[in-house]
Every structure is written in structure tokens, then in C-alpha cells.
């Protein structure tokens, strides 16, 4: 039988043609407007929504609202099109065993595929797919990152994201190997090299970037720390995911070391990150088509409000197109001019889930936000978990157990968080490390920060 291998599957050249990286990236589109801008994404989107209309899932989707094949023009017309989220990829997963209808895979002659799923803490895992082009180009935006924000090829770089069939280790290795020039580490989590090997690593080998989760990174510094490591660690750079977190915590822990933030989930690849002024997140507009809906109705919102990030990837017309994926995770846009004359809009990044988000006496609480909150207190880790619970007259309540070095007033937290979140919540103290098993830091990409003990 005659296929083509993986990288005959795509045109590499072009691809950095249409997606450029290093020098090549900052000049395109620091001297290009939003008109010209917008043209590249219309062409995608048409080529696109013409892929889309091949799927059997996208086919029932927007069938199911009346939409035809000539009603949907252009990019101005992609409000008329319904979101999806991952509760409509899985009931296509139990609809049509095992990949769902979604990925337009084929028989025999389908291209290559790459397959990883979700880590199925919460239920059962969902497939992730991804044809040769569209892994790429989620392997470069990755790669083009880092090196705008100053990735060098001297650097070698420990990447603590996890591996087995999540996505997250695989494509951060293909991401460095592919289009950095730096020497990669695949250290992965803390089940698979344990805390105390990590540091050992960063000591043997000259480590001096860290990609991966901030509060596994954070962690880290202290496990260096106390296996006397610290001095001979050199980090200078770390590209995580800090969310609501304050940088300054994770710099400190690291000697100084400069924290970029940047956001993407496991159906999209990078959505968004810092540039080198660490001034909001730039969508990568040339990529990834951003709408921010309000949580609720669904509308688009004004700039500076708070919506749903319904992300369409342009890119991605070869296998499991991804066309309105609401990720229920939440930001705002960011306005006014930016340091760096990009034409990318900026997001100011996660901000919570609004799937997770609480309501509490007629206010939004979003659990992540008690982390930024917490940061810079020198008696408490920064490590917490919430669990919501009901009393018996039907009242929710909001108990956050928060870990302390010692010495630390509880009623003075309580009072802290009220004034930062807006409502009052309980507080209880615990020592260090006691959170652990709740958050499941150790062994998971993100850990637990809200547990929901309510009944009924």
C-alpha cells in the first residue's frame, strides 16, 4: 500500500512561509495592519469552514441550526455558526466509538495522525488528534514563543509537563526539537522523575530554562532549596502558565529568573502568549481566531469585559478541525497600544473557568484567583485548596484550607480574601505539604483547586 510517511504530508517551507518564526515573525507582523491581517485569516477561514463541511460532526452541528454551506462567506459570518465545547466532543466519543465523528480520519487512505487524549481525571479521557500540518504548526506557535521571548541556543531547557498519552510533554519536546535550537530535557512530572531527581538534573546539565506548570515549577524551588541545590542552578527564564499567580513569587524562588505567562489548551495548541515585554498575552491572530463571549447569552463582549474564549483554529484543516471550541476558561482583552508595534491583540490571560467558577451570595468567585491573592505572603507556601459546601439550611459556603510556614493569623486571611474576592469565605490552616494529597500537585498537570462537596 502506498501513504505518505508524516513529513510528506505537508510542505515544510511553506509552512514557515505561512507561519514564520524568529526574526522573520517580528517583522511581518510588527509592519502589517489589522486589514492586511485580517485577509490571512479570512483565506484560512474558507479553507477551513470547506474541510468542515466534510466532518459528520460539524455537518449535524451547524444542520441542526439550518445552516447551510453558502450561508457561512467569510470570517464576518462566523457568529452565525454554533459553539461546541468538550461535553459535545464526548457525546460524539459515545455516539461513535472510539475517536468520535469529529476528526474526518477516514479509511485506508486517511493521512498520518498523531493521538493523545486527555488525562481523564474527571471522567473518561478525550481523544486528541492532529494531522501532520496542523501538529506543526501547534509545534511551532510553541516554538516561535519561546524564542520572542528570548530563548537562546545555548540554553538548555527542563520541561516538567507530563507525558503517557497526554499531550502536553510531547508536543513541548516537538516544539524545542523543532524549531528552537536548544537542548531539550523531558523530565516530566513528579511521578515520572521524581522532585528531587528534577533538581539533580538542573545541576548536572547546566539547566537554565523551565517550561511547564508554575505551581510544580515553584515547588521545585523549594525542593532545590532544600536539597542544597539552589546555588549551583542557574535558571534565568521560566514559560509557564501563571494565570492569576503573581511572577514575582516563582522569579524570587528561582534567583530572579524572568516568568513568562502564556495560555493554550490540549484541542488548540498555544492560543496566546507573552512577548518580551511581558505587557498582556498576543493572541497568535495569524494562527488562532480568539471571540470572547459573554458567559451567559453567549454575545460577544465589549472590550475590557470578561468572557468565554471560543477559540477557531485556522490552521488546523487536515485532521480534527476546530472551528468555535468553547473552552469555558475565562479573560479580557486588553486596550490601547502595545511596546512592540505587534499587530496581535492582547488578552490579560486565565483569569478562571467559568464551568468552575462559584457563586457565592450573588458573586463570581473564581477559586484561581485566591493564588495571586496569596503570592507574596512569606508565612503561607502559596499552596490551597477550596471545597464547597452546603449547609443544612441551603446556604453554600466556601472553606479555603490555606498551607502556612507558621505563624500566620487565620481572621487576617479571612480578611484578605474578602476584600480581594468580594465575599467572605472560611479559612483553615494547615502545614506545608498537607495540601498535596487534595491538589494532587504531584502527579497532575494542574492541580485540584476546587473540590465540590455539596449535595444534590
Not at 521524581?194 to 525542593?223: C, H, P, W
Not at 490601547?336 to 468552575?356: C, E, L, P, Q, Y
Request: charged share 25%.
Amino acid at each position: 500500500m502506498s501513504f505518505p510517511t508524516y513529513f510528506e504530508a505537508f510542505d515544510a517551507r511553506q509552512l514557515l512561509e505561512d507561519y514564520p518564526v524568529g526574526d522573520a515573525f517580528v517583522r511581518r507582523y510588527t509592519g502589517m495592519s489589522r486589514d492586511e491581517l485580517h485577509a490571512i485569516q479570512d483565506r484560512q477561514f474558507r479553507r477551513l469552514m470547506a474541510r468542515g463541511w466534510e466532518i459528520p460532526f460539524y455537518r449535524r452541528l451547524w444542520g441542526a441550526r439550518g445552516i447551510e454551506p453558502g450561508d457561512i462567506r467569510g470570517l464576518e459570518d462566523i457568529g452565525k455558526l454554533p459553539v461546541f465545547d468538550k461535553s459535545d466532543l464526548m457525546a460524539s466519543v459515545a455516539d461513535h466509538p472510539p475517536f468520535g465523528d469529529f476528526a474526518g480520519l477516514g479509511g485506508a487512505g486517511r493521512p498520518p495522525a498523531i493521538f493523545h487524549t486527555t488525562s481523564g481525571t474527571t471522567g473518561r479521557p478525550q481523544p486528541l488528534l492532529f494531522g501532520p500540518k496542523g501538529r506543526e504548526v501547534t509545534n511551532l506557535l510553541v516554538g516561535r514563543m519561546y524564542r520572542w521571548q528570548g530563548l537562546r541556543p545555548e540554553d538548555v531547557v527542563q520541561s516538567v509537563y507530563g507525558h503517557g498519552m497526554i499531550n502536553g510533554g510531547h508536543y513541548i519536546r516537538e516544539a524545542v526539537a523543532h524549531f528552537t535550537n536548544s537542548l531539550f530535557l523531558s523530565a516530566g512530572t513528579g511521578v515520572e522523575t521524581r522532585s528531587v531527581n528534577q533538581v539533580q538534573l538542573m545541576a548536572d546539565f547546566g539547566v537554565t530554562v523551565l517550561v511547564g506548570f508554575i505551581d510544580y515549577i515553584r515547588k521545585l524551588a523549594e525542593v532545590a532549596e532544600a536539597e542544597g541545590l539552589l546555588e549551583r542552578i542557574g535558571i534565568r527564564m521560566i514559560c509557564g502558565h501563571l494565570g492569576t499567580e503573581d511572577r514575582a513569587g516563582v522569579e524570587q524562588a528561582w534567583g530572579g529568573a524572568r516568568a513568562f505567562d502564556w495560555y493554550g489548551v490540549g484541542d488548540t495548541g498555544s492560543i496566546a502568549g507573552e512577548g518580551p515585554e511581558r505587557d498582556g498575552l498576543y493572541v497568535w491572530e495569524d494562527a488562532q481566531y480568539l471571540e470572547l463571549l459573554d458567559v451567559d447569552t453567549g454575545r460577544p463582549v465589549a472590550p475590557g469585559e470578561s468572557g468565554d474564549m471560543v477559540v477557531t483554529c485556522l490552521f488546523k484543516d487536515d485532521v480534527a478541525p476546530c472551528i468555535r471550541f468553547n473552552t469555558h476558561d475565562v479573560t479580557h482583552e486588553l486596550t490601547g497600544a502595545n511596546d512592540t508595534g505587534m499587530v496581535f491583540r492582547r488578552i490579560a490571560g486565565f483569569k478562571g473557568r467559568s464551568d468552575n467558577m462559584v457563586k457565592l451570595r450573588g458573586i463570581n468567585v473564581f477559586p484561581h484567583a485566591i493564588g495571586a491573592l496569596i503570592e507574596k505572603r512569606s508565612d503561607l507556601t502559596g499552596e490551597y485548596v477550596c471545597r464547597l459546601r452546603r449547609d443544612a439550611g441551603g446556604r453554600d459556603d466556601l472553606h479555603v484550607t490555606l498551607e502556612s510556614r507558621g505563624g500566620a493569623d487565620r481572621e487576617e486571611l479571612a480578611a484578605l480574601l474578602r476584600q480581594g474576592l468580594g465575599v467572605e469565605v472560611l479559612v483553615d490552616l494547615v502545614g506545608p505539604g498537607d495540601t498535596a494529597a487534595a491538589t494532587q500537585i504531584d502527579i497532575r498537570q494542574k492541580p485540584i483547586r476546587l473540590i465540590d462537596e455539596r449535595k444534590g
